[in-house]
């Protein structure tokens, strides 16, 4: 009987602290932890430390988001996203990933929606999406390695040229890109 009596104190002390808990201060915190045997300096530092590893991790994350991008899709691969994906989860077309991928479309036609868009599919900064698409356009790479004659690359089109004449997309997108010809 004295056991269950114990217990019951044991257990009313417990709730007691825990329901009051919320009011007490860190120095009070940190008393009851030693007294349940906690080694509160050592996991204050491992958590310490802990965040320092977060945070340089966040650090690293913010510099590579920074840096030149290969290309659009080789940063959707990375991510583990196709030319399909990453129309899908732009607003784009596949015809118009390929055209922006390869720099097929003037760089001043192309609207800011359309950049930040590409950054946030890509965790990107806005600055290497920009700066990728303002390079020279590029031959598709089966055109480099299948050609009897020497390719060419076609001439940049117009962003909203592109929109227009792309068979592939469906009409809601097509009016969706188009409305942002409004926005500049």
Do not use: C
Request: hydrophobic residues 40%; aromatic residues 6%; without cysteine.
């Amino acid at each position: 009987m004295a056991e269950k009596d114990d217990a019951e104190k044991i257990f009313d002390g417990l709730t007691a602290w825990m329901d009051s808990a919320d009011t007490m201060d860190l120095a009070e915190l940190r008393q009851v932890r030693r007294m349940m045997g906690d080694n509160v300096e050592h996991s204050e530092r491992e958590f310490l430390s802990w965040l320092e590893k977060l945070k340089q991790g966040l650090d690293r994350t913010t510099s590579v988001q920074e840096e030149r991008i290969e290309s659009i899709l080789s940063s959707a691969k990375r991510l583990g996203l196709d030319a399909l994906g990453l129309a899908d989860l732009t607003g784009l077309s596949v015809v118009l990933v390929m055209k922006l991928d390869r720099r097929l479309i003037n760089f001043g036609s192309i609207p800011q929606k359309i950049f930040d868009l590409l950054a946030n599919v890509l965790h990107s900064a806005t600055a290497p999406i920009t700066e990728y698409l303002q390079q020279p356009p590029v031959l598709a790479m089966e055109a480099r390695f299948r050609a009897t004659e020497s390719p060419t690359i076609p001439e940049q089109q117009d962003f909203f040229d592109a929109v227009r004449s792309d068979k592939s997309i469906s009409e809601d997108r097509r009016l969706s890109l188009l409305a942002l010809s409004e926005e500049r």
